[in-house]
C-alpha cells in the first residue's frame, strides 16, 4: 500500500540554524500539507501546495518558513532561522484532491537547542 | 472559524470492551467531513474513519464506528472489542469542503488506555 514517507526522522539543530524537512508524498496525490505538533498539544495546520504554488497558510506560516516542490517527487518545508519554539513534531500529509482524506507520513521530530 | 472539541483528555477501557469518544464542533458550513485519527506511541498519525456530513448513514470500519448528529453538531467514535493496540491518542477532525486544499482541524485528543 502506497504510503507517504518523511526524511530524516529526528532532526536536532542549533537555534539560528536553516533546516529542510523532506516529504515525498504518495505518488497519484496532487495537494501536498505540512502540519506541526508541538509536544502535549494538538496538530496545528501549516499550510497546503497545489500545482506548484501556497493555496492557504495558517498564522503559523509567516516569512520564516517556506515549502517547494523541488522535483516530481519531493516536498520539502525550510524553516530558515529555526527558534527554540519551532521545536515540534512536523507532518506531511497528503491526498488525491482538495477534499479528499489527508494520509499523514510519520513525522519529522525537530529539536531546536 | 472551524473549532473542535475533545471534552475527555484520558479515557481507559478493558481489553475486550466497548468505548466511546466524544467529540464536538462547531461550524456554520453544512458541506464538510469528519475524522478520527488515531496517534499510537509512534506519533504516526494513522486514519482510522471518515465521515460525510451529506451522509446519514454512520460510518463504520470493522471495530470503530461513528455516532454523527449532524443537528448537534456531535461526532462520537466508538470502539468495540477493545485491543490493546488500540493504546492511543484519539483526534477528531474537520474539514470544510469549500474549494481547493481544504486543511484538517484538528481537536486537543484523547488519550486511549486499554488494559488488559
Known amino acids: 500500500e502506497p504510503e507517504v514517507t518523511q526524511t530524516p526522522s529526528h532532526q536536532v539543530t542549533q537555534m539560528g540554524q536553516e533546516v529542510i524537512l523532506r516529504c515525498v508524498p504518495i505518488?497519484?496525490?496532487?495537494?501536498f500539507y505540512w502540519y506541526r505538533q508541538i509536544l502535549g498539544q494538538k496538530v496545528e495546520f501549516l499550510v497546503s501546495f497545489y500545482n506548484n504554488e501556497i493555496s492557504e497558510k495558517s498564522e503559523i506560516f509567516d516569512d520564516q518558513f517556506s515549502v517547494e516542490r523541488p522535483d516530481g517527487s519531493n516536498f520539502t518545508l525550510k524553516i530558515r532561522s529555526t527558534k527554540l519554539e519551532d521545536s515540534a513534531m512536523y507532518f506531511c500529509a497528503s491526498s488525491e484532491g482538495g477534499p479528499h482524506t489527508q494520509y499523514f507520513g510519520p513525522g519529522t521530530r525537530l529539536t531546536v537547542l | 472559524a472551524q473549532t473542535v472539541t475533545q471534552s475527555q483528555p484520558e479515557m481507559s477501557v478493558q481489553e475486550a470492551e466497548t468505548v466511546t469518544l466524544s467529540c464536538t464542533y462547531d461550524t456554520s458550513e453544512s458541506n464538510y467531513y469528519l475524522f478520527w485519527y488515531k496517534q499510537p506511541p509512534s506519533r504516526q498519525m494513522i486514519l482510522v474513519i471518515r465521515q460525510e456530513a451529506y451522509k446519514q448513514q454512520n460510518a463504520t470500519e470493522n471495530r470503530f464506528s461513528v455516532n454523527f448528529q449532524k443537528a448537534a453538531k456531535s461526532f462520537s467514535l466508538k470502539i468495540s472489542d477493545s485491543q490493546l493496540g488500540d493504546t492511543a491518542m484519539y483526534f477528531c477532525a474537520f474539514m470544510n469542503l469549500h474549494s481547493g486544499n481544504t486543511p484538517l482541524v484538528f481537536g486537543k485528543g484523547t488519550r486511549l488506555s486499554v488494559i488488559a
Open positions: 505518488s497519484n496525490h496532487l495537494y
